[in-house]
Nanobody, 119 residues
């Protein structure tokens, strides 16, 4: 079992920055990858970025490429999402997720943290 807790959300003006953190606990040694997803009001959940736990390979959605950076600190069992040049369309609940080694599917999810970007 893996537990995930997101922190760092808040209200920011367009053009500003936020850094989200996701702390993992439990069977963290079994994690293959961790990712960030977001869901805006009235919209479907959207993939944002992901990073493999051991190799550190990253994938970033085109919608945030060049503005968002995902990173990890394995010693702290934490993944980060640095969000720069925020836009109002980035407003959403941001969720952290973890994919186990065996399935490579995102099975564990945090409760989410609200990011609101004002124009």
């Amino acid at each position: 079992q893996v537990q995930l807790v997101e922190t760092g959300g808040g209200l920011v003006q367009a053009g500003g920055s936020l850094r989200l953190s996701c702390a993992a606990s439990g069977r963290t040694f079994s994690i293959y990858a961790m990712g960030w997803f977001r869901q805006a009001p009235g919209k479907a959940r959207e993939f944002v970025a992901a990073i493999t736990w051991s190799g550190g390979s990253t994938t970033v959605a085109d919608s945030v490429k060049g503005r968002f950076t995902i990173s990890r600190d394995n010693a702290k069992n934490t993944v980060y999402l640095q969000m720069n040049t925020l836009k109002p369309e980035d407003t959403a609940v941001y969720y952290c997720a973890a994919a186990p080694d065996l399935s490579h599917e995102y099975e564990y999810w945090g409760m989410g943290t609200q990011v609101t970007v004002s124009s």
